[in-house]
């Protein structure tokens, strides 16, 4: 979907995530930034909810209310205590998953976010995709299967006529916990055939897939890996524009599920 257009799910020949249910009626988005996350929450007039579903100790943060009958649950993993930013990474997201899944029990869980792309690839600044395989790309085990199990790579459920209907991209998706790429990660992200790169998406399908919960990874791109410029100052400028674009998805993608 282009930004100014109004208006996924997880499957070693990879390891399969479960399909979705006939009846979906409570969405949990799981959204690594506030900055994500935020025009998502104001757009779906949702409401922090205080209710104590998480440790109190932890900074995780839950919005929820009704949009066209759907119940939905934004949980994002909050400002660090000492540092006041984001808790981005797998650790961050792959927690906060576990815990928003079994408070909540959502019938599908849908990991928004935004992501590096590739230009060789064919993507392109403010393009959304829906990732169609997750894999990591720093986790090296260089001992025989145990290098598979680092990999992780996981096929998705096709989602043909969401694609369709809102005019996304498909690709796979890397996940490291570095913004910047190695060229160990690079190696192993080119051997992953991968479009996208973040930061959290193939945690939180994991975490998904152990609770049998279906998934969609709809991802924003902010900056262009291989295009020369600095991959930080990129994001930065871009990082408004691309969570607008995702906010206009997950709208349209809240309105395809509800029929």
């Not at 590096?116 to 393009?127: I, L, P, S, Y």
């Not at 291989?226 to 930080?232: I, L, M």
Request: glycine fraction near 8%; charge should be negative.
């Amino acid at each position: 979907m282009a930004p100014g257009e109004e208006c996924s799910v997880l499957v070693h020949e990879a390891p399969c995530l479960a399909p979705p249910h006939n009846n979906i009626s409570t969405v949990l988005l799981v959204i690594a930034m506030q900055a994500e996350a935020l025009p998502l929450v104001e757009a779906l007039k949702l409401s922090q909810d205080d209710t104590l579903v998480f440790p109190k100790s932890v900074p995780w943060i839950k919005y929820s209310g009704i949009h066209d009958g759907l119940h939905i649950h934004i949980v994002v993993p909050g400002k660090d205590a000492v540092l006041g930013v984001d808790n981005v990474g797998t650790v961050s997201g792959a927690l906060v998953s576990y815990a928003a899944i079994q408070a909540l029990q959502p019938d599908l869980l849908i990991n928004a976010g935004t992501a590096g792309g590739f230009k060789a690839k064919g993507a392109c600044v403010g393009d959304v995709f829906v990732a169609t395989e997750v894999a990591y790309h720093d986790r090296r085990i260089p001992i025989p299967i145990f290098d598979k199990y680092g990999v992780g790579a996981t096929k998705t459920i096709p989602t043909p006529k969401l694609v369709e209907a809102l005019g996304l991209k498909l690709g796979k998706l890397s996940t490291g916990n570095s913004l910047d790429m190695s060229p160990q990660d690079e190696e192993v992200i080119k051997s992953n055939d991968a479009t996208i790169k973040d930061m959290e998406g193939a945690a939180v399908a994991y975490v998904a897939n152990l609770f049998s919960v279906p998934a969609i990874l709809i991802k924003s791109v902010t900056d262009i890996i291989d295009g020369g410029r600095p991959t930080t100052e990129e994001f930065l400028e871009n990082l408004s524009m691309a969570a607008d674009a995702l906010l206009k998805t997950g709208i349209c993608v809240l309105k395809f599920l509800n029929g």
